[in-house]
């Protein structure tokens, strides 16, 4: 353990630094404002986050996080386990939802493959989503990323890992017709809809 303030200090601007869209700058402005102004929410954030690391954790059939042995989606028995809908984020999967055009189960990666910064499929969980298409005889795959440079490359990345795996298996992305360069979660409900339903 460091010992200085100085030392600690350092210690923490390198560990919000390490985190994705904080630069040393804004890290160093963070640790200042946590450790001088802000120490009562400081103080929050360890008890929040020490609680969330303890009892949320990836569901284990669907990725996403939970605090239950298997989220609720998953839970549910009367959904179609022959066609699994990938999306990057929970708010993704919450888009889709809403729609009711989609009934069967998901797979959310919690991020996009990056091979520049090192996100690899396997990183995404991908290893689980290959053992439940196995598991429950799933005959399709929705690839229902964005249409954004990282969320093609995702879905293309992926496309090439299941086919390789499964030359069976269905592998569809949502219809064009959703506008290129925005995210799932804020696509609107009707676009998205007819995204599903078109979906090839
Ligand atoms: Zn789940």
């Keep these: 353990m460091p010992s200085s ?3 600690r200090i350092a210690r923490l601007e390198d560990l919000f630094a390490s985190l994705p869209g904080l630069g040393p700058r804004s890290a160093a402005r963070l640790v200042t404002e946590l450790l001088g102004t802000r120490k009562s929410t400081a103080q929050a954030i360890c008890r929040t986050l020490a609680d969330a690391l303890e009892c949320v954790h990836h569901c284990p059939q669907c990725h996403t996080l939970t605090t239950q042995p298997v989220c609720d989606l998953c839970a549910d028995r009367t959904r179609d386990a022959s066609v699994v809908c990938v999306v990057e984020t929970p708010a993704d999967q919450k888009a ?10 998901y797979f959310v990666l919690m991020g ?7 996100v690899t499929p396997q ?3 991908v290893d689980k989503l290959v053992e439940r298409i196995e598991r429950e005889n799933v005959r399709e795959v929705v690839l229902a990323t964005s249409y954004t440079a990282e969320g093609e490359t995702t879905a293309h990345v992926l496309a ?9 298996l269905r592998v569809t992305r949502l219809a064009r017709g959703l506008p290129s360069g925005v995210e799932i979660e804020y696509t609107d409900v009707a676009t998205l809809s007819r995204a599903i339903t078109d979906r090839r």
Aim: zero cysteines; aromatic letters at 6%.
């Design 112 to 118: 996009r493959v990056n091979p520049l910064e090192g």
């Design 5 to 7: 303030a100085d030392e």
């Design 160 to 168: 090439g890992v299941l086919k390789k795996r499964f030359p069976e």
């Design 123 to 125: 990183e995404l969980g």
């Design 96 to 105: 889709v939802e809403s729609t009711v055009a989609y009934r069967g189960g």
